[in-house]
């Protein structure tokens, strides 16, 4: 007895079943690789946004210490100040506080200096992203209430006048 192949609009309403079910799977996979490509985007932007407010941050702390560097009292520095990163829309805020003489330090002449001592909290941000930053320096500077330390090249530092020493820095959580 012969088989009576399936009819024909049957074969086709499973075809269409089949081509629908495939094309909704594409469908989502489009929809999850836009979804994770914003994603990704997204995170992308946001660590830019933080690099330029490191930068706006350590920006602040190099400003300071050239203000430091060329301000001829060291207990007369500007303690604050703000200011724009050059083509961006990062900015820092910075604060310096003076924290007083260290009187006694190695020097090689038997000159007399001192160091004087500066804390920079500097705190930079761009779109979405804040970073802050405190460094600690110490400006050597001529002084004649000074008491002049041995120096032994070989064990220590010797120091001079106008020595700038980065004695510290971290990056600070933010407020």
Known sequence: MPVDPIPATRQRGATLAVGLILLALVTLLGIAGAHTAHVERRLAQNERFRENAASAASAGIEYAISRIVT????????????????????????????????????????????????????????????DRQRATVMLVVDSPDATPLPCDAAVSHCLAAGDLVRTSWQRVAPE
């Open 71 to 130: 301000t001829p009292a060291p207990d007369s520095v500007r303690a604050d100040f703000a200011g724009a990163m050059p083509a961006s829309f990062a900015r820092y805020a910075v604060t310096t506080r003076f924290a007083g003489f260290e009187l006694a330090l190695p020097v090689a002449d038997g000159a007399r200096v001192a160091g004087a001592h500066f804390e920079i909290l500097s705190t930079g941000s761009a779109a979405r992203s804040v």
